[in-house]
Protein backbone atom coordinates (compact mmCIF):
# COMPACT_ATOMS: atom_id res chain seq x y z
CA UNK A 1 0.00 0.00 0.00
CA UNK A 2 2.98 2.44 0.85
CA UNK A 3 4.09 2.23 -3.16
CA UNK A 4 0.16 3.32 -4.06
CA UNK A 5 0.26 6.36 -1.70
CA UNK A 6 4.02 7.39 -3.34
CA UNK A 7 2.03 7.39 -6.24
CA UNK A 8 -1.19 9.67 -5.61
CA UNK A 9 0.34 11.60 -2.55
CA UNK A 10 3.95 12.75 -2.43
CA UNK A 11 5.24 13.50 1.23
CA UNK A 12 8.44 15.52 2.07
CA UNK A 13 10.85 14.49 5.01
CA UNK A 14 8.86 16.32 7.48
CA UNK A 15 5.70 14.49 6.64
CA UNK A 16 3.36 17.17 5.36
CA UNK A 17 2.38 15.54 2.27
CA UNK A 18 0.23 16.70 -1.05
CA UNK A 19 -2.57 14.87 -2.54
CA UNK A 20 -2.87 14.18 -6.37
CA UNK A 21 -6.21 15.72 -6.47
CA UNK A 22 -7.22 13.39 -8.94
CA UNK A 23 -7.25 10.41 -7.21
CA UNK A 24 -7.81 11.47 -3.24
CA UNK A 25 -7.99 14.16 -1.50
CA UNK A 26 -7.92 12.59 2.32
CA UNK A 27 -4.69 12.98 4.36
CA UNK A 28 -2.72 15.59 2.80
CA UNK A 29 -2.16 19.54 3.41
CA UNK A 30 -5.15 20.43 0.82
CA UNK A 31 -8.22 18.16 2.39
CA UNK A 32 -10.41 20.87 3.47
CA UNK A 33 -10.17 23.14 0.14
CA UNK A 34 -10.05 19.78 -2.07
CA UNK A 35 -12.86 17.91 0.06
CA UNK A 36 -15.05 21.61 -0.22
CA UNK A 37 -14.27 22.15 -4.18
CA UNK A 38 -15.45 18.03 -4.96
CA UNK A 39 -18.68 19.07 -2.57
CA UNK A 40 -19.24 22.19 -4.64
CA UNK A 41 -18.95 20.60 -8.01
CA UNK A 42 -20.83 17.52 -7.39
CA UNK A 43 -24.11 20.09 -6.89
CA UNK A 44 -22.77 22.03 -9.90
CA UNK A 45 -22.58 18.85 -12.13
CA UNK A 46 -25.84 17.16 -11.27
CA UNK A 47 -27.54 20.61 -11.76
CA UNK A 48 -26.04 21.15 -15.05
CA UNK A 49 -26.40 17.85 -15.95
CA UNK A 50 -30.00 17.32 -14.64
CA UNK A 51 -30.40 20.46 -16.86
CA UNK A 52 -29.05 19.42 -20.10
CA UNK A 53 -30.90 15.85 -19.60
CA UNK A 54 -34.26 18.43 -19.50
CA UNK A 55 -33.02 19.67 -22.93
CA UNK A 56 -32.85 16.61 -24.70
CA UNK A 57 -35.92 15.67 -23.31
CA UNK A 58 -38.02 18.46 -24.47
CA UNK A 59 -36.47 18.61 -27.97
CA UNK A 60 -36.70 14.79 -28.72
CA UNK A 61 -39.80 13.97 -27.45
CA UNK A 62 -41.34 17.10 -27.86
CA UNK A 63 -40.13 18.87 -30.81
CA UNK A 64 -39.67 14.95 -32.36
CA UNK A 65 -36.08 15.72 -33.02
CA UNK A 66 -33.81 12.88 -33.27
CA UNK A 67 -30.19 12.02 -31.97
CA UNK A 68 -28.55 10.41 -35.12
CA UNK A 69 -29.51 10.95 -38.66
CA UNK A 70 -29.44 8.15 -40.74
CA UNK A 71 -31.17 9.15 -44.24
CA UNK A 72 -26.93 8.51 -45.56
CA UNK A 73 -26.36 5.21 -43.99
CA UNK A 74 -23.94 7.08 -41.60
CA UNK A 75 -25.15 7.78 -38.17
CA UNK A 76 -24.60 11.43 -38.36
CA UNK A 77 -25.28 13.12 -34.80
CA UNK A 78 -27.12 15.92 -34.30
CA UNK A 79 -25.43 19.27 -33.16
CA UNK A 80 -27.79 20.16 -30.31
CA UNK A 81 -29.33 16.72 -29.52
CA UNK A 82 -26.10 14.85 -29.41
CA UNK A 83 -24.35 17.35 -27.76
CA UNK A 84 -27.10 16.67 -24.97
CA UNK A 85 -26.47 13.03 -24.70
CA UNK A 86 -22.53 13.25 -24.60
CA UNK A 87 -23.38 16.98 -22.10
CA UNK A 88 -25.83 15.24 -19.35
CA UNK A 89 -23.43 11.90 -19.09
CA UNK A 90 -20.25 14.04 -18.91
CA UNK A 91 -21.73 16.00 -16.32
CA UNK A 92 -23.78 12.86 -14.24
CA UNK A 93 -20.01 10.80 -14.30
CA UNK A 94 -18.23 14.20 -12.62
CA UNK A 95 -20.64 14.19 -10.18
CA UNK A 96 -20.43 10.30 -9.70
CA UNK A 97 -16.98 10.68 -9.24
CA UNK A 98 -16.60 13.79 -6.81
CA UNK A 99 -18.75 11.71 -4.53
CA UNK A 100 -16.40 8.71 -4.88
CA UNK A 101 -13.63 10.96 -3.80
CA UNK A 102 -15.35 12.74 -1.03
CA UNK A 103 -17.23 9.56 0.73
CA UNK A 104 -13.73 7.72 0.46
CA UNK A 105 -15.16 4.96 -1.55
CA UNK A 106 -13.59 2.45 -3.66
CA UNK A 107 -9.84 3.30 -2.88
CA UNK A 108 -8.71 1.67 -5.74
CA UNK A 109 -6.12 3.48 -7.92
CA UNK A 110 -6.56 1.90 -11.00
CA UNK A 111 -10.18 2.44 -10.80
CA UNK A 112 -10.36 5.93 -9.44
CA UNK A 113 -7.75 7.02 -12.37
CA UNK A 114 -9.91 4.98 -15.01
CA UNK A 115 -12.83 7.39 -13.47
CA UNK A 116 -11.64 10.28 -13.56
CA UNK A 117 -10.74 10.57 -16.73
CA UNK A 118 -13.92 8.66 -18.46
CA UNK A 119 -16.15 11.04 -18.24
CA UNK A 120 -13.62 13.61 -19.82
CA UNK A 121 -14.55 11.88 -22.75
CA UNK A 122 -18.10 12.53 -23.25
CA UNK A 123 -17.06 16.00 -23.01
CA UNK A 124 -14.74 16.24 -25.56
CA UNK A 125 -17.61 14.25 -27.75
CA UNK A 126 -20.09 16.78 -26.58
CA UNK A 127 -18.09 19.57 -28.35
CA UNK A 128 -17.29 16.96 -31.35
CA UNK A 129 -20.23 16.62 -32.26
CA UNK A 130 -21.33 20.03 -32.77
CA UNK A 131 -18.09 20.55 -34.87
CA UNK A 132 -19.36 17.64 -36.74
CA UNK A 133 -23.28 19.71 -37.17
CA UNK A 134 -21.45 22.68 -38.13
CA UNK A 135 -19.05 21.02 -40.42
CA UNK A 136 -22.43 19.25 -42.26
CA UNK A 137 -24.40 22.63 -42.02
CA UNK A 138 -21.51 24.57 -44.07
CA UNK A 139 -21.19 21.75 -46.64
CA UNK A 140 -25.46 21.78 -47.34
CA UNK A 141 -26.10 24.84 -47.31
CA UNK A 142 -23.46 26.34 -50.34
CA UNK A 143 -22.52 23.67 -52.62
CA UNK A 144 -19.26 26.50 -52.80
CA UNK A 145 -18.32 25.70 -50.13
CA UNK A 146 -19.16 22.13 -50.33
CA UNK A 147 -16.30 22.10 -53.03
CA UNK A 148 -13.80 24.36 -51.72
CA UNK A 149 -13.60 23.50 -48.24
CA UNK A 150 -14.92 19.97 -47.69
CA UNK A 151 -14.70 18.53 -51.06
CA UNK A 152 -16.54 14.94 -49.66
CA UNK A 153 -18.63 13.74 -47.06
CA UNK A 154 -16.56 11.16 -45.99
CA UNK A 155 -13.84 13.45 -45.02
CA UNK A 156 -15.92 15.14 -43.04
CA UNK A 157 -17.77 12.06 -41.53
CA UNK A 158 -14.02 10.27 -40.97
CA UNK A 159 -12.44 13.04 -39.38
CA UNK A 160 -15.56 13.72 -36.68
CA UNK A 161 -15.79 9.67 -35.49
CA UNK A 162 -11.32 9.68 -35.22
CA UNK A 163 -11.74 13.02 -32.35
CA UNK A 164 -14.68 11.21 -30.95
CA UNK A 165 -13.42 7.67 -30.83
CA UNK A 166 -9.88 7.96 -30.50
CA UNK A 167 -9.61 9.59 -27.10
CA UNK A 168 -12.18 6.60 -25.46
CA UNK A 169 -9.55 4.48 -26.99
CA UNK A 170 -6.01 6.33 -25.91
CA UNK A 171 -6.62 7.60 -22.87
CA UNK A 172 -8.53 5.07 -21.15
CA UNK A 173 -5.55 3.16 -22.34
CA UNK A 174 -3.18 5.00 -20.48
CA UNK A 175 -5.64 5.92 -17.63
CA UNK A 176 -5.99 2.06 -16.56
CA UNK A 177 -2.16 1.34 -17.20
CA UNK A 178 -1.35 4.14 -14.56
CA UNK A 179 -3.37 2.62 -12.32
CA UNK A 180 -2.40 -0.95 -12.90
CA UNK A 181 1.24 -0.09 -12.50
CA UNK A 182 0.49 2.05 -9.32
CA UNK A 183 -0.96 -1.12 -7.67
CA UNK A 184 1.61 -3.08 -8.89
CA UNK A 185 4.44 -0.57 -7.24
CA UNK A 186 6.10 0.30 -10.71
CA UNK A 187 5.48 4.18 -10.01
CA UNK A 188 7.79 5.16 -12.57
CA UNK A 189 5.88 3.24 -15.40
CA UNK A 190 2.57 5.19 -13.78
CA UNK A 191 3.77 8.51 -14.03
CA UNK A 192 4.81 7.58 -17.78
CA UNK A 193 1.36 6.52 -18.72
CA UNK A 194 0.07 9.45 -16.50
CA UNK A 195 2.40 11.96 -18.45
CA UNK A 196 1.54 10.36 -21.89
CA UNK A 197 -2.65 10.66 -21.08
CA UNK A 198 -2.15 14.31 -20.30
CA UNK A 199 0.25 14.68 -23.85
CA UNK A 200 -2.82 12.77 -25.83
CA UNK A 201 -5.31 15.27 -23.93
CA UNK A 202 -3.22 17.89 -24.75
CA UNK A 203 -3.17 17.00 -28.92
CA UNK A 204 -7.27 16.38 -28.93
CA UNK A 205 -8.11 19.38 -27.08
CA UNK A 206 -5.78 21.74 -28.99
CA UNK A 207 -6.93 20.19 -32.17
CA UNK A 208 -10.38 20.31 -32.16
CA UNK A 209 -10.14 23.78 -30.57
CA UNK A 210 -8.94 24.88 -34.01
CA UNK A 211 -11.13 22.91 -35.57
CA UNK A 212 -14.59 24.30 -33.58
CA UNK A 213 -12.96 28.05 -34.25
CA UNK A 214 -12.78 27.84 -37.80
CA UNK A 215 -15.82 25.80 -38.96
CA UNK A 216 -17.73 28.67 -36.05
CA UNK A 217 -16.57 31.52 -37.88
CA UNK A 218 -16.90 29.77 -41.64
CA UNK A 219 -20.20 29.67 -40.96
CA UNK A 220 -20.90 33.29 -38.66
CA UNK A 221 -19.39 34.55 -41.71
CA UNK A 222 -21.72 33.01 -43.72
CA UNK A 223 -24.75 34.09 -41.57
CA UNK A 224 -23.55 37.59 -41.64
CA UNK A 225 -23.14 37.71 -45.78
CA UNK A 226 -26.69 36.45 -45.21
CA UNK A 227 -27.88 39.28 -43.11
CA UNK A 228 -25.98 42.06 -45.35
CA UNK A 229 -27.49 41.05 -48.52
CA UNK A 230 -31.13 40.34 -47.15
CA UNK A 231 -32.06 39.19 -50.64
CA UNK A 232 -35.51 37.71 -49.62
CA UNK A 233 -37.58 38.66 -46.63
CA UNK A 234 -39.42 35.35 -46.48
CA UNK A 235 -36.35 34.19 -43.62
CA UNK A 236 -37.11 36.03 -40.70
CA UNK A 237 -33.47 38.15 -40.05
CA UNK A 238 -34.42 38.14 -36.31
CA UNK A 239 -34.04 34.36 -36.28
CA UNK A 240 -31.12 34.55 -38.37
CA UNK A 241 -29.56 36.96 -35.94
CA UNK A 242 -30.34 34.91 -32.98
CA UNK A 243 -29.12 31.88 -34.49
CA UNK A 244 -25.92 33.61 -35.20
CA UNK A 245 -25.77 34.74 -31.79
CA UNK A 246 -26.13 31.15 -30.40
CA UNK A 247 -23.40 29.75 -32.57
CA UNK A 248 -21.39 32.13 -31.48
CA UNK A 249 -22.19 31.57 -27.78
CA UNK A 250 -21.11 27.95 -28.12
CA UNK A 251 -18.52 28.25 -30.44
CA UNK A 252 -16.37 30.90 -28.22
CA UNK A 253 -17.24 29.08 -25.32
CA UNK A 254 -16.02 25.78 -26.57
CA UNK A 255 -13.13 27.17 -28.16
CA UNK A 256 -12.39 28.85 -24.49
CA UNK A 257 -12.76 25.95 -22.64
CA UNK A 258 -11.10 23.73 -25.03
CA UNK A 259 -8.00 26.47 -24.71
CA UNK A 260 -8.24 26.68 -21.34
CA UNK A 261 -7.66 22.75 -21.04
CA UNK A 262 -5.24 22.01 -23.60
CA UNK A 263 -2.73 24.64 -21.34
CA UNK A 264 -3.41 22.86 -18.28
CA UNK A 265 -2.54 19.45 -19.96
CA UNK A 266 0.53 20.13 -21.49
CA UNK A 267 1.57 21.85 -17.74
CA UNK A 268 0.72 19.14 -15.51
CA UNK A 269 2.02 16.73 -18.16
CA UNK A 270 5.38 18.62 -17.32
CA UNK A 271 5.47 19.83 -13.98
CA UNK A 272 2.92 17.35 -12.27
CA UNK A 273 5.47 16.83 -9.52
CA UNK A 274 6.16 20.51 -8.63
CA UNK A 275 2.39 21.67 -9.06
CA UNK A 276 1.72 18.67 -6.58
CA UNK A 277 4.01 19.52 -4.03
CA UNK A 278 2.71 23.32 -3.99
CA UNK A 279 -0.35 23.51 -2.35
CA UNK A 280 -1.54 26.89 -3.66
CA UNK A 281 -1.09 26.07 -7.11
CA UNK A 282 -2.28 22.32 -6.51
CA UNK A 283 -5.74 23.79 -5.48
CA UNK A 284 -5.71 26.37 -8.04
CA UNK A 285 -5.30 23.70 -10.90
CA UNK A 286 -7.64 21.84 -9.48
CA UNK A 287 -10.52 24.41 -9.25
CA UNK A 288 -9.95 25.46 -12.70
CA UNK A 289 -9.37 22.16 -14.15
CA UNK A 290 -12.34 20.72 -12.18
CA UNK A 291 -15.00 23.46 -12.76
CA UNK A 292 -14.27 24.34 -16.80
CA UNK A 293 -16.40 21.32 -17.24
CA UNK A 294 -18.98 22.20 -15.60
CA UNK A 295 -18.83 26.02 -16.21
CA UNK A 296 -18.60 25.04 -20.08
CA UNK A 297 -21.55 22.90 -19.78
CA UNK A 298 -23.77 25.84 -18.07
CA UNK A 299 -22.98 28.50 -20.90
CA UNK A 300 -23.78 26.55 -23.55
CA UNK A 301 -27.08 25.43 -22.07
CA UNK A 302 -27.51 29.33 -22.10
CA UNK A 303 -26.68 29.11 -25.23
CA UNK A 304 -29.17 26.83 -26.41
CA UNK A 305 -32.63 28.07 -24.83
CA UNK A 306 -31.47 31.41 -25.60
CA UNK A 307 -34.61 33.60 -26.91
CA UNK A 308 -35.12 36.69 -28.15
CA UNK A 309 -36.18 38.49 -25.24
CA UNK A 310 -33.15 36.74 -23.07
CA UNK A 311 -31.10 37.78 -26.06
CA UNK A 312 -31.89 41.73 -25.66
CA UNK A 313 -30.05 41.47 -22.49
CA UNK A 314 -26.89 40.23 -24.02
CA UNK A 315 -23.93 42.93 -23.86
CA UNK A 316 -24.03 45.23 -27.14
CA UNK A 317 -26.56 42.89 -28.61
CA UNK A 318 -29.35 45.56 -29.16
CA UNK A 319 -33.00 45.93 -28.10
CA UNK A 320 -35.50 43.77 -28.86
CA UNK A 321 -36.66 45.62 -31.78
CA UNK A 322 -34.17 43.88 -33.82
CA UNK A 323 -35.61 40.17 -32.96
CA UNK A 324 -39.54 41.38 -34.50
CA UNK A 325 -38.95 39.82 -37.49
CA UNK A 326 -38.86 41.04 -41.17
CA UNK A 327 -41.66 38.38 -42.26
CA UNK A 328 -44.40 41.02 -42.68
CA UNK A 329 -42.57 42.60 -45.79
CA UNK A 330 -41.59 41.26 -48.78
CA UNK A 331 -38.35 42.69 -50.17
CA UNK A 332 -36.30 42.21 -53.29
CA UNK A 333 -32.80 44.08 -54.31
CA UNK A 334 -33.87 48.24 -53.29
CA UNK A 335 -36.97 48.02 -54.20
CA UNK A 336 -40.40 47.16 -52.90
CA UNK A 337 -43.90 46.34 -54.16
CA UNK A 338 -46.81 46.75 -52.30
CA UNK A 339 -50.52 45.60 -53.06
CA UNK A 340 -53.54 46.99 -51.55
CA UNK A 341 -56.47 44.83 -52.47
CA UNK A 342 -59.68 47.79 -53.11
CA UNK A 343 -62.19 47.85 -54.98
CA UNK A 344 -61.94 51.64 -56.98
CA UNK A 345 -64.36 52.48 -59.75
CA UNK A 346 -61.96 52.61 -63.14
CA UNK A 347 -63.52 55.37 -66.34
CA UNK A 348 -62.12 54.72 -69.35
CA UNK A 349 -62.99 57.07 -72.14
CA UNK A 350 -63.07 56.64 -75.18
CA UNK A 351 -65.54 55.34 -78.36
CA UNK A 352 -68.19 56.72 -76.26
CA UNK A 353 -68.55 53.79 -74.07
CA UNK A 354 -67.83 53.74 -70.22
CA UNK A 355 -67.22 50.94 -67.80
CA UNK A 356 -66.36 50.37 -64.33
CA UNK A 357 -64.21 47.75 -63.55
CA UNK A 358 -62.85 46.42 -60.35
CA UNK A 359 -59.43 45.20 -59.89
CA UNK A 360 -56.26 45.58 -57.52
CA UNK A 361 -54.08 48.81 -57.28
CA UNK A 362 -50.77 48.29 -57.80
CA UNK A 363 -48.01 50.51 -56.17
CA UNK A 364 -44.08 50.90 -57.45
CA UNK A 365 -42.01 52.13 -55.16
CA UNK A 366 -38.49 52.95 -56.28
CA UNK A 367 -35.21 53.47 -53.71
CA UNK A 368 -35.01 57.15 -54.70
CA UNK A 369 -38.77 57.59 -53.20
CA UNK A 370 -40.69 58.45 -56.45
CA UNK A 371 -43.76 56.17 -56.87
CA UNK A 372 -46.22 55.53 -59.68
CA UNK A 373 -49.53 53.91 -59.16
CA UNK A 374 -52.31 52.93 -61.29
CA UNK A 375 -54.55 55.72 -59.20
CA UNK A 376 -52.00 58.10 -60.06
CA UNK A 377 -51.90 57.39 -63.76
CA UNK A 378 -55.73 56.80 -63.86
CA UNK A 379 -56.23 60.65 -62.58
CA UNK A 380 -53.83 62.10 -65.16
CA UNK A 381 -55.84 60.28 -67.65
CA UNK A 382 -59.12 61.41 -66.58
CA UNK A 383 -58.07 65.18 -65.69
CA UNK A 384 -56.93 65.11 -69.20
CA UNK A 385 -53.29 65.57 -68.31
CA UNK A 386 -52.32 63.24 -71.20
CA UNK A 387 -52.72 60.00 -72.54
CA UNK A 388 -51.76 57.00 -70.07
CA UNK A 389 -48.50 55.96 -71.58
CA UNK A 390 -48.06 52.34 -69.51
CA UNK A 391 -44.70 52.49 -72.27
CA UNK A 392 -42.87 55.08 -69.97
CA UNK A 393 -43.82 53.90 -66.27
CA UNK A 394 -42.10 51.34 -64.64
CA UNK A 395 -43.32 47.80 -65.48
CA UNK A 396 -44.16 44.93 -62.68
CA UNK A 397 -42.08 41.86 -64.18
CA UNK A 398 -43.84 38.46 -64.22
CA UNK A 399 -41.61 35.76 -63.31
CA UNK A 400 -41.90 32.24 -64.25
CA UNK A 401 -41.08 29.72 -61.42
CA UNK A 402 -37.40 28.24 -61.66
CA UNK A 403 -37.77 24.78 -62.48
CA UNK A 404 -34.66 24.25 -59.65
CA UNK A 405 -36.74 25.98 -57.26
CA UNK A 406 -38.16 23.00 -55.73
CA UNK A 407 -34.71 21.62 -55.41
CA UNK A 408 -33.41 24.50 -53.59
CA UNK A 409 -36.78 24.32 -51.02
CA UNK A 410 -35.47 21.02 -50.53
CA UNK A 411 -31.89 22.17 -49.78
CA UNK A 412 -32.90 24.91 -47.79
CA UNK A 413 -35.28 22.22 -45.48
CA UNK A 414 -32.02 19.93 -45.47
CA UNK A 415 -30.33 22.50 -43.68
CA UNK A 416 -32.91 23.97 -41.27
CA UNK A 417 -33.20 20.19 -40.17
CA UNK A 418 -29.10 20.82 -39.30
CA UNK A 419 -29.96 24.10 -37.53
CA UNK A 420 -32.20 26.26 -36.54
CA UNK A 421 -30.52 29.27 -38.44
CA UNK A 422 -32.40 29.69 -41.80
CA UNK A 423 -31.01 28.84 -44.79
CA UNK A 424 -29.07 31.83 -46.48
CA UNK A 425 -31.38 31.72 -49.84
CA UNK A 426 -29.82 32.10 -53.15
CA UNK A 427 -30.58 35.19 -55.06
CA UNK A 428 -33.89 33.59 -56.83
CA UNK A 429 -36.56 36.57 -57.59
CA UNK A 430 -39.64 36.25 -56.23
CA UNK A 431 -42.91 35.18 -58.88
CA UNK A 432 -45.85 37.24 -58.96
CA UNK A 433 -47.50 33.78 -57.14
CA UNK A 434 -44.60 33.35 -54.50
CA UNK A 435 -45.85 37.42 -53.93
CA UNK A 436 -49.54 36.95 -53.30
CA UNK A 437 -49.07 34.02 -51.30
CA UNK A 438 -46.89 35.59 -48.70
CA UNK A 439 -49.40 38.95 -48.47
CA UNK A 440 -52.50 36.09 -48.00
CA UNK A 441 -50.48 34.40 -45.04
CA UNK A 442 -47.99 36.96 -43.46
CA UNK A 443 -50.00 37.93 -40.58
CA UNK A 444 -50.99 33.81 -39.97
CA UNK A 445 -47.70 32.59 -39.64
CA UNK A 446 -44.19 33.30 -39.71
CA UNK A 447 -40.82 31.58 -41.51
CA UNK A 448 -39.28 30.77 -38.30
CA UNK A 449 -38.78 27.45 -37.11
CA UNK A 450 -37.90 25.51 -33.84
CA UNK A 451 -35.38 23.24 -34.49
CA UNK A 452 -31.88 22.41 -33.73
CA UNK A 453 -30.69 25.99 -31.62
CA UNK A 454 -33.52 27.45 -30.69
CA UNK A 455 -35.26 25.29 -27.78
CA UNK A 456 -38.49 26.75 -27.19
CA UNK A 457 -41.01 28.18 -29.43
CA UNK A 458 -41.99 32.36 -28.44
Known amino acids: MASTDEFWKICNDDGVCHCDWRLTIYGCEEEQQLRAMYIALAVLSGLVGVFAFMVLYHRVVYLKQQIFDMRTGYPRPKPIESMAVFGTIFNLLRMVHAIILVTDAAPNVAFRSFMFEFPWQFGIGALSCYLFGIAHTLADSSKVIYDVWIRAPVIVDTMCTVIITMPFISNNICAVAAGVYAL?????????????????????????????????????????????????????????????????????????????????????????????????????????????????????????????????????????????????????????????????????????????????????????????????????????????DLNSSPKLEHKQVDPIRSQIDEDQQHYNAMTSIRAPPRNISPTNDDFLRHHQDADAETTSSATYLTMQPH
Not at 265 to 271: G, N
Not at 273 to 278: D, L
Not at 345 to 361: I, N, R, Y
Request: with cysteine.
Open 184 to 388: RGDNYMASQFTDALYYLWTFYTGFQAILILYAGLRLLRLLNRHLLQRTDSRVDLGRVRLGALKVRIIVMTGFICLTVFAVMMVLYARLRGPITENAAYNVAIAVIWMFDGAITTGVIEFGVVLNPRLATLAPGFGSSAGFSGSSNRYTTGTNNITSANTQHDMTLSGGGEAGTQSQSKWMFTRSSGGRWSFGEAKSKYLSGGGDL
